[in-house]
Every structure is written in C-alpha cells, then in structure tokens.
C-alpha cells in the first residue's frame, strides 16, 4: 500500500515536500515514480528513481525543479517541488514497480504495478 501526502495550497515560485510511505512489503526492491494529473488532462510522469537511488528521471518540465529521493530505511520516498507554477497544479500519485526498469520505462505508467491514492498540489498565481 501506497501512502501519497504533503500536497496543499502554494504560491507560485513556492516550494512542497510530497512523501509517499509504502507499507505491507519490503520497499528497496521497487522502482519508485511519481506522476500527476491536471483537470481534463492525462496522467503524465513527473520522476522516477532507481532502486538504490543511482538512478533518476525527469521530464524536461519539471528537470532543475524537482527532486526526486527515497529511504528505504523508512520506507518512503520524497518529491521535494521547488519554483512552482501554476501549471504544476495536478493530484499527484505514487506509484512502485518490482520491474528493473530505467530510461524511458521510467515514465510508462503500465509499468507500474502499484499506486497510492494521490495528494492534491494547487499553485495560485
């Protein structure tokens, strides 16, 4: 089970710490994700990290702002969101996979076996 929380009201160029706690398994073995809807738009990805943190993905909208990292030992992984705006409003969701994936795989949300329920971001101008 996927725990998303730390979204909120924020103005623009402000900052959020989103936390996804997994619990009921062990975590280390999964691939961590994080993605976000817009009203009336898609699911799109917005980061992912590997395993063992050696490895992350960001997509050219969020790349310099957001950062991704995870603790395994506390079984939770991190989107720290710094300089946001506006159109970063979305409900955000975690997701893991037990998959080796990396690359572009990183942002395919069928790879993703589990989801947690989402944490609302809204960015006022």
């Known amino acids: 089970q996927l725990q998303a929380s730390g979204g909120g009201l924020v103005q623009a160029g402000g900052s959020l710490r989103l936390s996804c706690a997994a619990s009921?398994?062990?975590?280390?073995?999964?691939?961590m994700g994080w993605f976000r809807q817009a009203p009336g738009k898609d699911r799109e990805p917005v980061a992912a990290?590997?395993?063992?943190?050696?490895?992350?993905y960001y997509p050219n909208s969020v790349k310099g702002r957001f950062t991704i990292s995870r603790d395994n030992a506390k079984n939770t992984v991190y989107l720290q969101m710094n300089s946001l705006r506006p159109e970063d409003t979305a409900v955000y969701y975690c997701?893991?996979?037990?998959?080796?994936?990396?690359?572009?795989?990183?942002?395919?949300?069928?790879?993703?076996?589990?989801w947690g329920q989402g944490t609302l971001v809204t960015v006022s101008s």
């Open positions: 990290i590997s395993r063992s943190s050696g490895s992350t």
């Open positions: 009921g398994r062990t975590f280390s073995p999964y691939v």
């Open positions: 997701a893991a996979t037990k998959l080796p994936i990396s690359g572009s795989r990183y942002a395919t949300q069928s790879e993703y076996d589990y």
